[in-house]
């Protein structure tokens, strides 16, 4: 029986240690996959920390890519800690661009601040809005959320397709997309700050909707750990039937964190149209939704656990595809494979080695304390 | 004439660290009834569960009749003769007893000549022990007692000639207790050997032979049953010697605090559990609830702490109705106004064991100041008030910050205990205060509960140990089938009456 008492572990072995453990087992894996298919694996870690990191404009897209990540991760890990499953990121991210298009164009005569700060309630309120609907019925009707909002990715898809063919397309053009919104809106960049320093550096997508995202991991640590709404969450999450015996609602406070999850998620939404297209595009979502709900089980759903989540699979995201350019043999879906390893080594797998290591450390730590 | 039918030798098992079974030796004498006796997690289960082949020890040897053998599984075991009951029974509810017993080992493909010999082997076996059963019964039909033998006859049947039951009669009534030992001495007579494990003294002293004594982990004791007494037992069992009988003044009563008039609850099945009933409790008074575990005391108690609807019928707080079918104050509101309640059981309703300490410190309070402020926790004065009261009730260890499922049941009844204490309540409705807990803890709690009273809080105790209702309380009540079916000021009745209300024969 390999059973430890968890009370005698200490925290960076199962916070640190094993997440590594399963996160270079899962590399080691990928690598496997990238020499079958006949190109050096060596060659491919190379040419991921080039593309992430060796120049300033691959570095902001890997910051862009995080920053989709930590607004997706957070939002999954906040219903998480309810014990909902909230699969519909990609839809809530999705109505939630809906709401900040909206506003922003309506609102166009205020100043560009007011506008911001409207576009993001516009944002949170849209995506909120979206998770209401699977909350209610899970809390009233018992309909799971892992039913209902995976539904509900593919009713916002429809949705907004309708509404960007028939309703909000810019009628100017072909594509499915709307006007574009008036350029002072836009999200100061990456490029327009190095401009002010006097850098001059190429296009990438990285904005301001960064530091939005280290704010909102501010507010999710908050939340949860510091205020009454946390601890109701986490008490109803953990045992219903305690939280009903201390007057804890779970219906109320099922609501509470799908809508808050929900306005978390259509934050992607923020980044997306204010900061990077300035527009609604068709499926601007991209997956970010899904890929969150593997930064969220890999950060152990806590913001500082959510933050190197999100940024190795921002790297995994840039990094890979400057492989896929460079390496003929390997293509976009080989990426996706690797992060589906990755997802698999340290979401489903994370108990794997855990009991090993932990003893482990344990037993060496008893040792230590006899000498 | 004494030769060993079952010597274990310097067992060790460990889970983790937690080391469970140290270097036990243990000799169990062929015909005997041998009781195995310590607190609750003092290992005696896991030494059994060895025994039985459902784990495997660390180290040592197990010899049976002299021979040394390898328990790999229970079917070794009862290839060897060992036979085993469990606390939680293994039955196939929807079974007949027949198709129960024989599962496993039916032997054939399609049922025939083997069943019909098996229904005349188990006739025999039920005749020679007086066991009593139907072969033909469903099992959800049987009320526990039965279940019960049907175990021992599943076990008879397989050839068990040493047959270990495992805390048997904490779920039986006192009529079927004294039954339960009929049929263990008659099973002794016909030459059969008994392990019964227990937390009970009175047990060992009734039916016993020989006992052996386990504390933490070791064997601290064995001695033959006419050569000890209770106190003694009790004595090695905790370590030290404890006070079995409360010293408890007579109750300074006050006013009436808290009423219940012709109260109806339904379970979540929509059947009618509790049934018009009626109590009152005074001010510095312990009303004790006695009754078999089922008959209704969960839903009564779930539905004067506000968790279940009631159906009909009132409840009166301080005078003002708080509860009828219509207007019911949510259990948040009732804290509030002064009630506190302490669950049944704490792990499924009373904490939340994946938090840490001080979160389960506040629990159902988390809201008041100064713990909260609005909306936000004030996590000093919360660490501060948790490291105060931990002390107070000596909650060990005496860390805040370690998750709750790391203490033991005991120190986590105190958590509950000391939280829903600590806010001074007017009635306070206590579930099972000391299940699962051990001795040295049970005495504290107890105390409090007395101290309680004397401070002038109306309590209602529920529990099914007899022993703690008729040592508390001031006043008994006896539920059964949803209705209190006896009332009894406490003072000379036995614990006979009150097993006779309990079975509902009176």
């Known amino acids: 029986m390999a059973t430890v008492d968890k009370s005698r572990v200490p925290w960076w072995v199962s916070n640190l240690i094993v997440p590594l453990v399963n996160l270079i087992l899962a590399l080691f894996v990928s690598g496997l996959f990238i020499f079958i298919a006949g190109e050096n694996p060596y060659e491919a870690v190379r040419l991921i920390i080039y593309g992430s990191f060796g120049y300033i404009e691959g570095f902001a897209y890997t910051l862009y890519y995080t920053t989709n990540f930590i607004f997706t991760g957070l939002a999954f890990a906040v219903a998480f800690h309810c014990r909902l499953f909230n699969i519909g990121g990609e839809g809530q991210a999705y109505i939630g661009g809906l709401g900040v298009f909206l506003v922003a164009i309506n609102f166009s005569f205020l100043p560009v601040p007011i506008v911001w700060l409207l576009a993001v309630g516009g944002a949170v309120i849209f995506g909120a809005a979206w998770a209401f609907i699977p909350a209610y019925l899970q809390a009233t009707r018992g309909s799971h959320v892992v039913i209902t909002t995976i539904m509900f990715n593919f009713i916002a898809a429809s949705l907004m397709v309708f509404l960007l063919v028939d309703v909000i397309r810019d009628t100017t053009q072909m594509g499915p997309h709307t006007v574009a919104l008036p350029e002072e809106q836009w999200f100061p960049s990456f490029e327009d700050f190095a401009g002010i320093f006097g850098i001059k550096i190429r296009y990438s997508p990285l904005n301001i909707s960064f530091l939005l995202a280290i704010a909102a991991s501010f507010f999710v640590w908050f939340l949860v750990w510091k205020t009454r709404w946390g601890y109701e969450m986490r008490a109803v999450g953990h045992n219903t039937q305690a939280a009903i015996y201390a007057g804890i609602s779970p219906y109320k406070n099922i609501i509470i964190a799908m809508c808050i999850s929900g306005g978390l998620a259509g934050l992607l939404g923020v980044n997306e149209i204010l900061g990077v297209h300035h527009k609604i595009v068709a499926g601007f979502p991209a997956g970010y939704g899904f890929t969150g709900i593997a930064v969220a089980l890999m950060g152990r759903n806590h913001p500082i656990g959510i933050f190197p989540a999100a940024f190795l699979f921002g790297i995994l995201y840039q990094g890979g595809s400057e492989v896929t350019f460079d390496m003929p043999n390997i293509t976009r879906y080989m990426f996706v494979a690797v992060q589906g390893v990755i997802i698999l080594f340290s979401g489903a797998l994370e108990n794997l080695f855990r009991p090993q290591i932990e003893n482990f450390f344990v037993n060496r730590l008893n040792l230590k304390a006899k000498a | ?506």
């Not at chain 2, 509810?93 to 599962?103: D, Q």
């Not at chain 2, 089938?481 to 006896?486: A, E, Q």
């Open chain 2, 1 to 506: 004439m004494v030769s060993p039918i079952l010597e274990l030798k310097n067992i060790n098992k460990s889970f983790g660290h937690v080391h469970a079974n140290k270097d036990i030796n243990l000799t169990i004498n062929k015909g005997t009834i041998h009781g195995i006796i310590g607190e609750n997690g003092a290992g005696k289960s896991t030494l059994m569960s060895i025994v039985f082949g459902l784990y495997q020890a660390n180290s040592g040897t197990i010899k049976i009749n002299g021979k040394e053998i390898n328990l790999r599984s229970p079917k070794d075991s009862i290839v060897n003769g060992i036979g085993m009951v469990h606390q939680h029974f293994m039955l196939v509810e929807n079974f007949t007893v027949l198709e129960n017993i024989i599962l496993g080992f039916e032997g054939e493909l399609v049922f025939g000549k083997n069943l019909e010999k098996a229904k005349k082997d188990l006739k025999n076996l039920c005749d020679t022990y007086k066991l009593n059963i139907d072969l033909n019964s469903t099992i959800s039909d049987l009320s526990v007692g039965f279940r019960q033998r049907v175990e021992i006859l599943k076990s008879l049947y397989r050839g068990a000639e040493i047959l270990i039951l495992d805390e048997p009669t904490g779920v039986l009534t006192p009529q079927e207790v004294d039954e339960l030992f009929k049929i263990l001495r008659s099973l002794n007579e016909e030459g059969k050997t008994i392990v019964l494990i227990t937390h009970k003294l009175i047990e060992i002293m009734d039916l016993t032979s020989e006992v052996s004594v386990m504390r933490q982990g070791e064997m601290v004791g064995h001695t033959k049953t006419e050569d000890t007494n209770k106190e003694q037992l009790a004595e090695m069992m905790v370590g030290r010697s404890v006070l079995l009988r409360l010293d408890k003044t007579e109750a300074n009563t006050g006013d009436v605090v808290f009423k219940v008039e012709d109260l109806t609850v339904k379970d979540d099945l929509d059947v009618t559990r509790v049934k018009n009933v009626n109590l009152e409790i005074r001010a510095g008074e312990i009303l004790g609830l006695a009754g078999v575990t089922g008959n209704g005391q969960t839903e009564l108690l779930e539905a004067l702490s506000g968790i279940r609807k009631v159906e009909s019928g009132e409840v009166y707080l301080d005078g003002k109705k708080v509860s009828d079918s219509q207007n019911f104050l949510d259990p948040r509101e009732l804290k509030e106004q002064g009630l506190a309640h302490v669950p049944e059981d704490r792990q499924r309703m009373g904490l939340v064991t994946d938090f840490k300490a001080y979160e389960n410190l506040i629990f159902g309070y988390h809201d008041q100041q100064p713990f909260s402020k609005s909306s936000i926790l004030n996590h000093t004065d919360i660490i501060s008030h948790s490291k105060k009261i931990m002390e107070e009730y000596d909650v060990r260890p005496q860390s805040p910050n370690l998750i709750t499922s790391n203490f033991s049941g005991g120190n986590q009844q105190k958590i509950i205990l000391s939280r829903e204490l600590n806010e001074k309540p007017k009635v306070l409705l206590v579930g099972q205060p000391t299940r699962g807990v051990d001795i040295g803890a049970i005495e504290f709690i107890h105390q409090r509960l007395i101290d309680m009273r004397d401070k002038g809080a109306a309590i209602l105790l529920v529990s099914v140990e007899l022993d703690e209702v008729l040592s508390l309380s001031d006043r008994i009540v006896v539920m059964f089938d949803g209705k209190i079916v006896g009332e009894k000021e406490n003072t000379n009745v036995t614990d006979r009456e009150l097993g006779l209300l309990m079975a509902g024969v009176v």
